[in-house]
């Protein structure tokens, strides 16, 4: 059984490569239960129903020129392409990507004393999410 320890995974907002500013991503995808159970049936039945998903980052926040706050500011409120990998190298088999569309439903600006500033979002996925291994 293979393993591998997150070290170099490659996260893009708006085709911006965002990854030398990422301290963790997590890409979640839901499809909601649905219950066609009916009398007679002796056990719960389950079936697939529409299908969601939400992108979770946390972003060391730097507000420089082409960084971190500059790059997503102007995003707030839109929608935009994202693609997430767990290594930043070739996509393949064991390196698959995962695009879609988030909308940048959120904007942080803040933290605590004597702490890193960072960016938690959590941006909802906007229509498919395409897994590919090349």
Known sequence: MGVLALTNMYVAINSVDMSDHVKGATLTLDSAQLDPTAMGDGWVKARGGLKSGQLQIEFLDDFAAAETDVTLWPLFGTV???????????????????????????????????????????????????????
Request: charged share 15%.
């Open 80 to 134: 935009v392409s994202f693609e997430v990998r767990p290594d930043a190298g070739s996509v393949s088999a064991t390196n698959p990507k995962y695009t879609g569309e988030v909308f940048i439903s959120q904007h942080t600006v803040g933290g605590n004393v004597g702490e890193l500033a960072t960016k938690g979002v959590t941006y909802p996925t906007s229509g498919a999410v395409s897994r590919a291994t090349s």
